[in-house]
C-alpha cells in the first residue's frame, strides 16, 4: 500500500507531506503517524502539505486543529501549505484560520 | 412538473472503507449532469459528512461486526438538474436535532471530530432536512440544482 502521509525533518521543520484523500478513515491512521514524530523531533514549525490531497472533509479540519494542539505541547506552530481553492473553501467556513499557532499559505 | 431521470440505491455496511466508495459512487452516478469541478467538489463533500456520521456515530454502540449496520443511500437525478440524495441508517437516532444542527455541536471526545458535518451538508447543498428517530435511526435528505 502507498504510505498516506511523507514525514521529513531539516532545520527545525517538520514537514508531513499528505498524501491520500482527508476523510475520518484516513485521519486517524495520518495523525497516528504525525504525533510520534512531533514529539521526536520537538520542531519549531509543523508544516503539514496539501499538494496531493484532492479531497477532505471536516475530519481534515478536526486533524488540523489536533495537530495544532499537539505541536503546541512541544511550542511549535502550524502551517499549512498547498491547499486547493476547493480545499480552501472547507477552510474558509471552518474559520480555522483564526486560530493561534496556525498559519495558513497556499 | 420535473421527471426523475435516472435512480440508484446503495445499501454498504458502516465502515470506513465506504466513504471513499460512497463518494466515489454519487459522483460517478452524477456525471451525466455534467456539473462544474466546484458543484462536483460540494456534492462529494456533503455525502462525506452524512455518510461519515452513519459510521461514526448511528452505530456508535454496535459491535464492527454487526452485519445490520447498514448505510443505505439513495439517489435520484431529475431533468430539472437537480440531484436528491437520502442517506439514511438504523442507528441510535438524534434526541435533539436541533441542537445537533448547531454549527461546532459535537456529541463526541477525544475523537478529532469537529462539530462541522451538518453545517457543512447545509453550506454546500442547496437544501437539507434530517428526520431522526431516537433508537430507530436517522434519515438525511438533500438537495443540489446545478447550473443549466
Ligand atoms: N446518523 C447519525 N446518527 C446518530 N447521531 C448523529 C448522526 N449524525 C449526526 N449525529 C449527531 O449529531 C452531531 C453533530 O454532527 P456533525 O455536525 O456531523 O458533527 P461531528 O460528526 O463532527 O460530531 C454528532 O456529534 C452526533 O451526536
Ligand atoms: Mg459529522
Known sequence: M???????????????ALKCELDHCSAKRIREKIDPA?????????VLDFTDVHFMDSSGIGLIIGRTEVAAEVGAAVRLVGLSDGLMKLVRLSGIEKISGLAVTR | MKKIINEMKLRLPAVGVNEAVARSCICAFVAE???????????????????????VHAYRDSLPTDRNANIYISVRLYDSR?????????????????????????STV???????????????????????????????????????
Not at chain 2, 449532469?33 to 461519515?52: C, F, H, Y
Not at chain 2, 437537480?82 to 459535537?106: F, Q
Not at chain 2, 471530530?113 to 438525511?140: A, Q, Y
Open chain 2, 82 to 106: 437537480e440531484v436528491s440524495v437520502e442517506i439514511s441508517d438504523n442507528g441510535c437516532g438524534i434526541e435533539d436535532v436541533a441542537k445537533a444542527r448547531e454549527p461546532m455541536y459535537t
Open chain 1, 2 to 16: 502507498t504510505e498516506d502521509v511523507i514525514i521529513s525533518e531539516k532545520d527545525g521543520r517538520l514537514t508531513a
Open chain 2, 33 to 55: 449532469l455534467n456539473p462544474t469541478v466546484e458543484e462536483l467538489g460540494d456534492l462529494r463533500l456533503a455525502v462525506s459528512e452524512a455518510v461519515t456520521n452513519c459510521i
Open chain 1, 38 to 46: 512531533v514529539f521526536m523531533y520537538r520542531p519549531e514549525t509543523l
Open chain 2, 110 to 148: 477525544g475523537c478529532e471530530r469537529c462539530g462541522m458535518g451538518f453545517l457543512v451538508m447545509e453550506s454546500f447543498m442547496d437544501s437539507l432536512s434530517v428526520k431522526s428517530t431516537p433508537g430507530k435511526g436517522t434519515t438525511v435528505l438533500m438537495r443540489k440544482i446545478f447550473k443549466p
